[in-house]
């Protein structure tokens, strides 16, 4: 079964905007349509979702119909007659995640751990905040646009160009793994259009990552990610840990990858397999960012607490009383990417004499 109907566009000859407020105007249609092609699948297509193809955009998008079920069980009933959308309804619709992930403090061990010294840090009470939303349709929003919100900078790309860009690609990776060379060219070019004042060059990194797990995760669907963060950026408290982390879980949750319960409304701790997959894309997402991490800071970021790490082994450090840390933020610029690539060199240069400097801190620990 198959039904057509076409409905034609306006011209608004006197009176646009004015009629908002209660005054005549005058219109009339013009011969430009938009057609809309309603079918029921065949039997024999074992088409189980709902599916929308927006032509001119090139976009597809398709939600099983167990899924609007699903989504849609938690109201009680659902409108059938003209009016306007219920804010409950509207939510469901519009898909919305909020997810977040804590800076940290190494206690011992910074540097030394990315040289396969034990390090031992701790998860702090501030956090990046990413909020994942999927647009309205009425909101007409053909782009994926990051903001982040401290900085008061918007960044967005037409999710067509994102196509076009990736299109030379044969295929996007869709499992966490290192950004292949000529992915992150094109990244690196996407980035580029966006020419990022020399202020605030340090952030491209932070750009580099959203898209590439961005695209990885949800292709080139639109949507709008915002991202705030209780971090000073580039302090050495983990902000770009706690970026990737947050930023994972956001894209993973509203993915086919990990499923959360929809229906509670207080904050979810995920667990097992879901954590280690936010942690690996995290993990992937750090080494844009930093080159060779040690894998410390978004293992701090996703499990907590304070964990002693060596060499992507982790366990858990159990204190009986609370810790108290003061922290001071000295405001001095620093590059972790630099500083780490600064000590191995160090290490290529001076072996044994690095290497007791890093095994120093854990004489310490193991008399105390
Ligand atoms: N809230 C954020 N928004 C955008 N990018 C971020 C944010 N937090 C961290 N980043 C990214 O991480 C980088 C900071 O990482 P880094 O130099 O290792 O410092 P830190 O010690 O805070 O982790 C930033 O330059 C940026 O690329
Ligand atoms: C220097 C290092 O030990 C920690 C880096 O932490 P931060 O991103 O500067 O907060 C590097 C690492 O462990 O990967």
């Known amino acids: 079964m ?11 000859l006197t009176g646009e905007h004015a009629v908002v407020h209660g005054s005549t105007a005058v219109a009339a249609a013009i011969d430009l349509y938009t057609h ?14 709902v599916e929308l193809e927006l032509k001119d955009l090139g976009l597809v998008f398709s939600w099983p119909s167990l899924r609007l079920e699903e989504a849609f069980r938690e109201m009680g009933s659902l409108p059938s007659t003209p009016g306007p959308c219920p ?14 992930a804590p800076g940290k403090i190494i206690l011992t061990g910074e540097h030394a751990v990315v040289h396969g010294s034990t ?20 909101e007409n929003h053909g782009s994926v646009e990051l903001e982040l919100k401290d900085l008061g900078l918007v960044f967005s790309w037409p999710s067509l160009r994102l196509e076009e860009a990736f299109r030379e690609m044969g295929s996007l990776p869709s499992t966490p793994g290192p950004c292949p060379p000529d992915y992150m060219q094109i990244i690196t070019r996407l980035v580029e259009e966006k020419n990022i004042p020399e202020a605030n060059i340090a952030l491209c990194s932070g750009l580099y990552v959203f ?33 990737c982390v947050s930023l994972a879980a956001a894209l993973l949750a509203l993915s086919d990858s990990i499923s959360v319960d929809d229906g509670k409304n207080d904050w979810l701790t995920l667990e097992g397999s879901n954590l280690d997959l936010v942690n690996k894309w995290a993990f992937e997402g750090e080494k ?21 790490f060596k060499s992507g082994d982790l366990s858990q450090v159990q204190c009986t009383l609370p810790l108290r840390m003061l922290v001071t933020n000295t405001n ?25 400097v890093f095994a120093a801190p854990l004489t310490l620990l193991a008399k105390n």
């Open 211 to 243: 898209l590439y797990l961005y695209t990885s995760i949800h292709r080139f669907k639109p949507a709008i990610v915002a991202v705030t963060s209780e971090l000073p950026l580039g302090s050495g408290l983990g902000s770009s840990a706690s970026y």
């Open 119 to 138: 390090a031992v840090a701790a998860a702090i009470d501030l956090y990046t905040h990413v909020l994942f939303r999927l647009p309205s349709p009425s």
């Open 87 to 100: 804010p409950d309804y509207m939510q469901i619709i519009t898909r919305l995640v909020r997810a977040r």
């Open 288 to 308: 844009i960012i930093h080159g060779k991490p040690s894998g410390i800071d978004n293992a701090v970021s996703i499990f907590g607490k304070v964990l002693m």
């Open 2 to 12: 198959e039904v057509r109907a076409r409905a034609p566009g306006k011209i608004i």
């Open 36 to 49: 809309v092609l309603f079918r029921l699948p065949s039997p024999s297509e074992n088409h189980g979702s």
């Open 332 to 356: 001095a610029a620093r590059n972790t990417k630099a500083l780490v690539a600064g000590v191995s060199n160090r290490v290529s240069r001076h072996l044994g004499a690095m290497h007791a």
